[in-house]
């Protein structure tokens, strides 16, 4: 059984710094493409970033450019989000996700996990 459990959430001011970390088990690792999805209260879910399976490519939404980091380490199985110059509109739930491939993980992952509060106070 796969499991994706997501870490590091918390609340901090804005201007702040959060890495969240996804462990993964239950499936080959390396062999998947990663990447985080978060919902906000009362709007959608929506894709932040993902990386390849070997974490040479990766791709983020416009609005966390140049804030935020996503790497993964295949030794440990586990998936980063480094957060720096946290917004206020950045406050979400974040969701760590898995997929075979680069088109996958982005629009129909074939794994979720449970999520972690992210609350950016300005």
Request: with cysteine; net charge positive; glycine share 10%.
């Amino acid at each position: 059984q796969v499991h994706l459990v997501e870490s590091g959430g918390g609340l901090v001011q804005a201007g702040g710094s959060l890495r969240l970390s996804c462990a993964a088990s239950g499936l080959t690792f390396y062999n998947y493409a990663m990447g985080w999805f978060r919902q906000a209260p009362g709007k959608e879910r929506e894709f932040v970033a993902r990386t390849s399976w070997n974490g040479v490519s990766t791709y983020y939404t416009d609005s966390v450019k140049g804030r935020f980091t996503i790497s993964k380490d295949n030794a440990k199985n586990t998936l980063y989000l480094q957060m720096n110059s946290l917004k206020p509109e950045d406050t979400a739930i974040y969701y760590c996700v898995a997929g075979l491939s680069l088109v996958d993980v982005r629009t129909r992952p074939d794994y979720w996990g449970l999520g972690t509060q992210v609350t950016v106070s300005s």
